[in-house]
Nanobody, 125 residues
Framework: QLQVVESGGGLVQSGGSLRLSCAAQ????????IGWFRQAPGKEREGVAC????????KYSDSAQGRFTISVDNTKTTVYLQLNNLKPEDTAVYYC??????????????????WGQGTQVTVSS
């Protein structure tokens, strides 16, 4: 069982920024993909971004493209999601998830086997 832990959420004004972290607990990401997802109240979980084990394959949802940036640290233990120009509609619980797979990632939740508990992002207008 692999464990990932999210952090970095909070309350921010519209137009502001946050950086979310997804830390792999006790394993590295050399053979794992990471996906970021979000779920707003009353809505389905939505894929936001993903990164493969090499850090070279990156995908974004349409809503994230141009405002959010996913990256991985040099130790391959933490993945970041930089959120810029935040809007009230970005308010949601943000989750990261992982799966053991090489040279692949997806913004579909069906891809991922292990999920974190989530971190709340609230954007005020």
């Amino acid at each position: 069982q692999l464990q990932v832990v999210e952090s970095g959420g909070g309350l921010v004004q519209s137009g502001g920024s946050l950086r979310l972290s997804c830390a792999a607990q006790g394993f590295s990401l050399h053979a794992n993909a990471i996906g970021w997802f979000r779920q707003a109240p009353g809505k389905e979980r939505e894929g936001v971004a993903c990164i493969d084990n090499t850090g070279e394959i990156i995908k974004y949802s349409d809503s994230a493209q141009g405002r959010f940036t996913i990256s991985v640290d040099n130790t391959k233990t933490t993945v970041y999601l930089q959120l810029n120009n935040l809007k009230p509609e970005d308010t949601a619980v943000y989750y990261c998830a992982t799966v053991t797979v090489l040279n692949y990632c997806s913004v579909s939740s069906k891809t991922y086997a292990y999920w974190g508990q989530g971190t709340q992002v609230t954007v005020s207008s």
